[in-house]
């Protein structure tokens, strides 16, 4: 079965500053990839995805993602961040030929943002 | 932006009262599923549902049930709630095949027992 590993629990960066938040995964084949953006209170909003194709992905909000393969990662990554960008990141996997049931969440990244 | 609702948004009951938390969505995806998610923490599948009268437990074992009488409408049971059943659920659904990943949310319900 995969799983989902993101090694930081909370994070804080400067309001301007680049963020790079880190997610590693286990899987035997090439899973799909996701992260999601939780605001307190509120439920996941999808920032960006990869199926296949071009390793980089570009996503909402100004944020963008790589997949590597080698590494078995998919960071995602914000060259500068706004206040307004403080929230829950999580990253999950989904397995190729399968329900719901293989689509597993990481335990997610609490970012703060420092004025 | 994804068309799932969930109701009530926040409900605070007393020990051994019968709830149901409402899902619905208007995007006619067939899957359809329920996350349980404590403050702070990582969501745990509950449920999950590939169709009209198909559903089946997830990860996590749970009280609760459902079922999906209409492609549009999963709804979640407790028959008896405790305060273990304090949390927040998130319910979400997805397109068939080559989409079925992408998962899209409600808002959650944020259940307090007393």
């Known amino acids: 079965a995969q799983s989902v590993t993101q090694p930081d629990i909370h994070i804080t960066v400067s309001e301007g500053a680049s963020l790079e938040l880190r997610c590693n995964y286990s899987?035997?084949?090439?899973?799909?990839l996701f992260w999601y953006v939780q605001s307190p209170g509120q439920g996941l909003q999808l920032l960006l995805k990869?199926?296949?194709?071009?390793?980089l992905v570009q996503g909402i909000k100004g944020f963008e993602a790589e997949f590597k393969r080698s590494q078995s990662s998919f960071n995602l990554r914000k060259p500068s961040v706004h206040w307004s960008d403080a929230a829950e990141y999580f990253c999950a996997v989904g397995a190729q030929g399968n329900y719901g049931q293989n689509f597993v969440f990481g335990p997610g990244t609490r970012l703060s943002v420092l004025p | 932006e994804a068309d799932i609702y969930q109701t009530p948004r926040y409900l605070v009951i007393g020990t051994g009262k019968k709830i149901t938390l409402e899902c619905s969505q208007t995007m006619g995806h067939d899957k359809m599923y329920w996350y349980q998610q404590d403050p702070g923490m990582e969501l745990h599948l509950i449920h999950y549902?590939?169709?009209?009268?198909?559903?089946e437990k997830g990860d996590l074992s749970s009280e609760s049930t459902v079922s999906r009488i209409r492609t549009e409408h999963f709804p979640l049971t407790l028959e008896s709630a405790r305060p273990s059943h304090t949390s927040q659920y998130l319910c979400?659904?997805?397109?068939?095949?080559?989409?079925?990943?992408?998962?899209?949310f409600g808002p959650g319900t944020r259940l307090t027992v007393t």
């Open positions: 990869y199926f296949s194709g071009d390793t």
């Open positions: 899987y035997g084949a090439t899973p799909y």
């Open positions: 979400a659904s997805s397109e068939s095949a080559p989409r079925r990943y992408e998962q899209y």
């Open positions: 549902s590939y169709g009209v009268n198909s559903t």
